[in-house]
């Protein structure tokens, strides 16, 4: 039976070395496989930034995947204008097009505005609604291209779980698979936006979900939790010069939870970019997010998932993939 047919799967409980690993992803991403849309790339990325964001058995709801998967596209249709599916003689929108530029009209969204800005109700009210047309072929079509190793899924439970020995390799791993992705869904826009010119279609991708707007962190950080002093140097923070950073950088984890947000001075933020600190932060971080829960009673974005032990490892994760330079506060 065809992937997107399937209602539900179980990936198969077989050792799987890294070399059956990388090649299963090359024929996932390869030409060979035939690409209608560019959904699959679109949940992929989706799984790839929800790595930290699994519950203790890597499950992942859908609705925590579609909420990921519509931010992706709310920016890619209508803030790039990019063309989901080759231009066919009736000229036909995908649904997921088709939902999103309703939404537009429904809500009475101004098109320029960024997904990041809409309220809390009108995201899930579009969320719900991509959500609900989009699991119907992605989810199945991605777990049979993998080979039926990735994960096991129920469309009608809505959720997936992520294969245990896949998990591994994809933590491990994630910068590369992550550019993979890039690479072939790049080629895959270019291809059926052949009319537009496409500028800077990888960094554009890399970007799509990358929130400007940090102020409600800070706010939660600076004036409830009272976090008054740089993360890094201790300096007390002036009004106004208030920086939100990513411990983990954000090119790493591609999320903004607040277990991994630190309020820093300017010049620290300035030169940490990028970059890990040295291990003690992370014990210091710890000891901050304890404090957090302990003090702030309002439910937090992701501490739900959040485990200190798990900290300790994407920390580690980032140096395998890339992140080996220390910036010494
Ligand atoms: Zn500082």
Redesign the pocket.
Known sequence: MAGYDLNEGYFIKKQLTEDDFWSGFSSMFSNKAVHDTSYKFGFFKSILDSLYNTDDNLILTFDQLFYKFTEIYWNLVLKYNLRQKAKTKNDRETALERILKDALEKEEIIRDVSFEVLSDEVKLRICHKVKMKCKENVVGALFRDSGDVLYSFSKKAEYIQLNPIAYAFMTKHKKILEKMNYFEWAKFLEKVNEDMVIRNLLNNLDTITLRNDLSYYRKILFDEFEERK?F????ELKEGKIHVDHFIPWSFIKDDNIWNLVL??P??NLKKSDKLTPDNYVENLIIRNEQLQEEIQAPLRGFASYKKQKLRYIYYWAKCNGYDEIWI?
């Open positions: 740089c890094y140097c201790g300096k820093a001075c010049e620290c506060p």
